[in-house]
């Protein structure tokens, strides 16, 4: 056979085997895509109740239904007014108090809407002022009423007037398990905002962070604990 012949023939093999790969490969991808569509893939779900959803980081999720409890890192079911809250009437100012507070931190706007808009009880109900708030302070004569803190509606609401006498008593170490508020208050024992505003400074209101008793400033777009009052 001569060298030309053999160069010809190998190169038709070449090509036919080229052509027979190529239809193996087709039919194989064929049979995965029929196998893949026929299977049934289980759908993802979270788990209900508590656990129901992600609930870390800037963008939780929860299941439809559940909202994001940032005090546990929890989705929860939403507490609506009559599921549990109740009231508690402070004998001292004869003010009526929510108990426990609203689940949700808020700035300062909505914190003075969700008081405003609260049908609990008949409703009448209104984010309180730092006097207010001052006047629920146990166990830290500085800042509760009447005490060496200068923040009070009736004198002082500028940052001038605060000085390190408002930073409370020390963390934790409150009468009511470690909290510097009356024994019969439920809740988280953190920051709540009042509806008086930082005279002096822009964008700025008045809150008490109850784990020391410390008054305090802060930018109104801060997100606290609400707890309303009438």
């Not at 299941?63 to 994001?68: A, F, I, M, S, T």
């Not at 989705?75 to 689940?103: H, I, R, Y």
């Not at 049908?119 to 309180?128: A, I, M, Q, V």
Request: hydrophobic fraction near 30%.
């Amino acid at each position: 056979m001569f060298p030309g012949r053999k160069l010809t023939l190998w190169r038709k093999i070449n090509e036919i085997m080229k052509v027979r790969i190529l239809r193996l490969l087709l039919g194989l991808l064929f049979l995965c895509w029929s196998l893949c569509s026929c299977l049934e893939w289980p759908e993802y779900s979270l788990p209900e109740g508590e656990e129901g959803g992600l609930c870390r980081g800037d963008e939780p999720l929860c299941n439809e239904g559940l909202v994001c409890n940032l005090d546990t890192d929890s989705c929860e079911a939403p507490v609506t007014d009559g599921d549990a809250f109740t009231t508690w009437t402070d004998s001292s100012s004869g003010l009526a108090w929510q108990n426990p507070e609203a689940g949700d931190a808020m700035i300062w706007q909505e914190a003075k809407d969700y008081c405003s808009n609260l049908t609990l009880d008949g409703g009448g109900w209104r984010l309180p002022k730092i006097s207010e708030l001052r006047g629920l302070i146990r166990g830290c004569s500085a800042t509760e009423s009447g005490g060496s803190c200068d923040i009070d509606d009736e004198d002082c609401l500028e940052w001038s007037c605060w000085d390190s006498l408002c930073t409370g008593c020390s963390n934790g170490d409150g009468p009511a398990d470690g909290c510097y508020w009356p024994d019969e208050m439920e809740g988280v024992c953190k920051s709540y905002w009042s509806s008086s505003p930082s005279e002096g400074t822009e964008d700025d209101a008045w809150h008490v962070y109850f784990n020391a008793g410390g008054v305090y400033n802060d930018s109104i777009s801060r997100s606290y604990k609400v707890r309303c009052v009438r």
